[in-house]
């Protein structure tokens, strides 16, 4: 066999109560290659928080999943209205979440800095009015 | 994990290699060979879904008997609550407890007196700044399992006190050796009256003598020997020692109001609990302090062993409760100690994938796509035909080679019909 196993996950901005679904699937994926369980929650987490964003902020969006021998590489793509300020949206607790979502429990500002915080390389490249495309990499 | 002792089984006679339970086995444990359901025993977590939904009762929890309990030992029950609400116009839960002793017990002791200690013992715990939360609840033990097996990272969040049941077990004993010193501990029997199959296999699981009760017994077992005995005229005498909070243990979110605060969430039902641990792994609830999870549709009333309605068996035990003190037992000691002797350790559990394709990596994921180029052959309905409960399960079993790719009847199907079209296409040409 040769390069990577590659997943694709259409999220739906339509719908909110699907976010995560991407997360579990991914994590299914990974157990069966036996991964060290650690490594499983961090690929879970910036994926599940990664899906979450491209809903709350650019009505859904693509995450594309390349799994390698040594790293998962996962790649979230949207068509929403990028980011203004990148160094901002990173700092903890910064949110532009409306009301509505925030009332669900989300928006807390923490989304970024935690898909940041379990990758080993995360890059975030915006322009605005056309989109945000989001390469994080778990080295395994 | 291979030598782990399951109490749900099957009778293959009267197992017709249906799909129902396949498609309700929450740990895709269930495969259907040779037209009868096979239970994966590494997988099996106990829950009893399948046995709550098989139409023809193929599937049975494995218990103790009534008459495997030796007679000539101190016999004490130990009646889960949820054992209250199977009884129609019940008045009084001393008709139950005296029924017990009617029936032969020479003592009874109520595992919502044990719940009532490990509540407070909980809310000693969750005073502690350094426990890690949200605490989960270790009282339903399919949920404790699932952890084991599937959230090992939840593990660390496990509510370490014993459960209900052992703390029951333990009181139990001490009473009986305080009224009768001459008693010692081979001469006594604990036997829980349980709701669910689960509670059989943490006792059995519980090895080097862990476990202080000694049997378990089936609440559908007792309940027909109780309504033998327990119409009386006149009233029992008063010997519940139990008040509100143990008796609303017996359905979902009793034991979380208990805790006093109000950062609970309570969860039954085992479809929704494994996505409330998913969430939960995921980093998702950080506002939580307590989490109660029950495998059982409205908790342990809802067990596959009790005999009523789970919603009924709730309402009953609502009118039971009222009047009742809040709560009639304490944890002893001066209200912050939990001692050793009441500790469990769950931290300590191995986590063993039970999905792994293989130990080495190149072969995992060679496996990994395999599997993926073969599910995209599939029709994607998990119509269960295979005998496998999803395509994605089917594809993983003819990648460990359990299966063969023709068993798709769809596959099939369609393999056919290109078959016959060539065919015809040929004779045509002729």
Sequence with gaps: ?140 | MASYKHSVSLNEEKCHGCTHCLKHCPTEAIRIRNKHAKIDSTRCIDCGECIRVCPHKAKKAVYDKLSDIPKDKWKIALPAPSLYGQFDNLEDIDYVLEGLLDIGFDQVYEVARAAEIVSDYTRRYMKRPDVQRPVISSACPVIVRLIRLRYPFLADNLLPILPPIEIAAKEAIKEAVEKHPELKREDICTVFISPCPAKVSYVKNETDGKSNVDFVVSMSDIYFELLGVMNKDESPAPVSKAGLIGLSWASAGGEATAIFNEKYLAADGIEHANRVLEEIDNGSFPELEFVELNACPGGCVGGVMTVVNPYIAKARIRSLRRYLPVSQNKAPEDGYTIPESVMSDYSDAPYESVSAFSSDREESMRMLHDMEEIRQKLPGIDCGGCGAPTCRCFALDVVRGRASLGECVVFMREELENLHKKLQENDERR
């Design chain 1, 1 to 140: 066999m040769e390069g990577p196993v590659k997943f694709v996950y259409e999220v739906d901005g339509e719908n909110f109560t699907s976010a995560g679904e991407a997360s579990i699937s991914i994590k299914k994926n990974l157990r069966l290659l036996g991964y060290n369980p650690n490594i499983i929650r961090r690929v879970a987490i910036a994926m599940y928080e990664g899906e979450i964003n491209m809903v709350i902020h650019a009505g859904g969006g693509r995450a594309t999943v390349y799994i390698y021998p040594d790293r998962v590489e996962m790649i979230l793509e949207d068509n929403g209205p990028g980011i203004a300020d990148i160094e901002l949206a990173m700092s903890e607790g910064y949110s532009t979440a409306p009301d509505k979502i925030r009332n669900l429990g989300f928006g807390a500002g923490m989304g970024l800095p935690n898909m940041k915080k379990n990758t080993d390389e995360m890059k975030i490249e915006s322009v605005l009015g056309k989109g945000t495309t989001i390469t994080m990499i778990v080295k395994t």
